[in-house]
């Protein structure tokens, strides 16, 4: 069964741009969220997708959005980059959402530089 | 507000010579708690999840235990492939869905 894909694997952009990242959750899984991970702030969350539908929201600017499709593929946007944008952007699929027994499967990411 | 906080950042390690990880936490009710495995240039991979005071999981020479206010996961006999950054992280009852809170991680190398 194949993992979580995330494309590219790696982007390199300048201030004020903008940079779609996309995201294949496994099969049959509903559930996509996305999180920052940064040296200094560590892994933090930006928001999850159900059912094309956003059920939650981290504390990151309007800059950050995002959207899920009917096959569960989700995209996320970052517009107007800032030199703190670049971090390394991961997915995660869940079969649902809201269960504790439910683990999540990471994908690779996506390492963003913001010249 | 919900906190995690791991030590040591960093732990250094002889092939055999065994050692803890901790994982504190304050979140106001406890859904679960996630132990996960990050290799250099992946995403985290999920290792164990602990739900109430009192429980252990084992897996190979990892072995997670909880109490109330923190987490343990307990490496013997580590061997070099054991080396990877170890993260925590918490669910808290009042989260909707998949809303983890990550500790920073501690960084394991565990030379031969």
């Known amino acids: 069964k194949a993992g979580v894909t995330q494309t590219p694997r790696y982007l390199i952009k300048t201030r004020g741009q903008q940079v779609t990242l996309s995201c294949s959750p496994i099969?049959?899984?509903?559930?996509v969220s996305w999180y920052q991970q940064t040296p200094g702030q560590g892994l933090q969350f930006l928001f999850e997708?159900?059912?094309?539908?956003?059920?939650n929201k981290g504390n990151f600017p309007g800059r950050f959005s995002g959207r899920q499709f009917s096959n569960s593929r989700s995209e996320m946007n970052v517009s107007t980059l800032e030199l703190g944008d670049s971090a390394l952007y991961l997915c995660?699929?869940?079969?649902?959402?809201?269960?504790?027994?439910?683990?999540?499967?990471f994908g690779s990411g996506t390492q963003l530089s913001v010249l | 507000e919900d906190q995690v906080t791991q030590s040591p950042e960093a732990l250094r390690l002889q092939e055999g010579e065994s050692s803890s990880l901790n994982c504190s936490y304050t979140?106001?009710?406890?859904?679960?708690l996630f132990w996960y495995r990050q290799d250099p240039g992946k995403g985290p991979e999920f290792l164990f999840t602990?739900?109430?005071a009192g429980e252990e999981k084992e897996k190979e020479r990892l072995k997670a235990t909880l109490t109330k206010k923190e987490s343990f996961l307990h490496i013997t006999a580590p061997k070099p492939e054991d080396s990877a950054t170890y993260l925590c992280?918490?669910?808290?009852?009042?989260?909707?869905?998949?809303?983890?809170?990550f500790g920073g991680g501690t960084r394991v190398l565990v030379k031969p």
């Open positions: 979140v106001s009710g406890l859904r679960g």
């Open positions: 992280a918490v669910l808290p009852i009042k989260a909707a869905g998949n809303k983890l809170t």
């Open positions: 602990l739900y109430s």
């Open positions: 099969s049959g899984h509903r559930s």
């Open positions: 997708y159900f059912s094309e539908t956003q059920r």
């Open positions: 995660a699929s869940s079969w649902t959402t809201g269960k504790t027994n439910e683990k999540l499967f």
